[in-house]
């Protein structure tokens, strides 16, 4: 078990629907990262936050909208997706950048399937 | 466009044999270079370099960074079963302070 946990850990939805997916970090860690990974594509970073407050957003589309209340807490809302949009979702956490141990660790993943 | 490259896409293997995986990079500023293990779900971080010709050592596995060639290797000697997984390579930069570039993954199964 991780210090990064994720719920749920599998969903399916329908391109109507709206879901959340959440995660929490349990490292004192102060920069948490979304990303999604397809299959054979490399891990597409999607948010990132530091400190609560968003610092990156790789053109994602409106439908994935982030939430970060806390250093320890990050949601991801869902809302219309796609078909497409069906991958594993990582939650990742980390120490601020520009340390010597910023390596990155993550959560198990949501895997989502959009019907 | 920062890039991060990983040979072989995939690989197989029998129990004992010694396997080289490669990571290369074109990035502007680097920073670190890291290797994650993924075996179901979530990517465990195995070693983080930042200097050329160090190699890091846990147990079975080794790693060494070459900044003038810009790659690394991951070297497993004497593979497990328990080895078979996908093995990711991460680029960090100073320019994008929390951007990490992700190679597609070199995936390794171990036969017994």
């Known amino acids: 078990e991780t210090g990064v946990t994720q719920t749920p850990r599998h969903l399916v939805m329908g391109m109507t629907n709206k879901k959340s997916l959440k995660c929490e970090q349990h490292?004192?860690?102060?920069?948490m990262y979304w990303y999604k990974q397809s299959a054979k594509k490399p891990l597409e970073l999607m948010f990132v936050?530091?400190?609560?407050?968003?610092?990156e957003n790789n053109s994602v589309p409106s439908r994935f909208s982030p939430e970060c209340p806390n250093s320890s807490h990050l949601f991801l809302h869902l809302h219309t997706l796609q078909p497409e949009d069906s991958a594993l979702y990582l939650c990742?956490?980390?120490?601020?950048?520009?340390?010597?141990?910023?390596?990155?660790?993550f959560g198990p993943g949501t895997r989502l399937t959009v019907l | 466009e920062d890039k991060v490259v990983q040979s072989p896409l995939s690989l197989v293997v029998h129990e004992g044999d010694t396997v080289t995986l490669n990571c290369s990079y074109e990035?502007?500023?680097?920073?670190?270079l890291l290797w994650y293990k993924q075996e179901k779900k979530a990517p465990t971080f195995l070693f983080m370099l930042?200097?050329?010709?160090i190699e890091k050592k846990s147990g079975r596995l080794s790693s060494i960074l070459d900044k003038k060639e810009l790659s690394s290797i991951l070297n497993i000697t004497a593979t497990q079963t328990g080895d078979s997984a996908i093995y990711l390579c991460a680029v960090t930069t100073t320019s994008g302070t929390y951007k990490y570039i992700f190679g597609t993954g070199t995936r390794l199964k171990v036969l017994a």
């Open positions: 490292l004192g860690h102060n920069a």
């Open positions: 930042t200097s050329s010709g």
């Open positions: 936050y530091s400190l609560e407050e968003r610092v």
């Open positions: 990035v502007t500023n680097f920073r670190s």
């Open positions: 990742a956490s980390s120490h601020l950048a520009g340390g010597p141990y910023n390596e990155q660790f």
